[in-house]
């Protein structure tokens, strides 16, 4: 993925998995987030492969996963995968 790719689709899920920092710990950034999500997503490796590659957590990279995925499908979903709107748009679908 070039860098320009990253950086786009960072920017669109940003606001969706951005966490605040505690008094108890640091939260990771969002371009850990994204990283993580897309190291899982493009290779499959398990989460405890990938937990020591990052050196985070198993279950701090298993929620870094569900909600960038979840954000992604929010924010991607209605630019990517619009369900036809009345009879006409469908009927388009039918004809293609």
């Known amino acids: 993925m070039s860098y320009d790719n990253y ?3 960072l920017r669109l899920i940003e606001p969706h998995i951005k966490k605040c920092d505690t008094s108890f710990r640091d939260a ?3 371009g850990l987030k994204l990283a ?3 190291h899982h997503l493009a290779e499959g490796a ?3 492969s990938i937990a020591n590659h990052y050196r985070l957590g198993r ?3 298993s929620a870094a996963i569900y909600d960038t995925c979840e954000a992604l499908w929010k924010v ?3 630019l990517y995968l ?3 709107q009345g009879p006409t748009e469908w ?3 039918v004809e293609e």
């Open 7 to 9: 950086s786009t689709l």
């Open 28 to 30: 990771i950034e969002p």
């Open 36 to 38: 993580v999500t897309l």
């Open 46 to 48: 398990s989460h405890v």
């Open 59 to 61: 279950s701090t990279v």
């Open 76 to 78: 991607l979903q209605p």
């Open 82 to 84: 619009k369900s036809p």
């Open 91 to 93: 009927l388009k679908v």
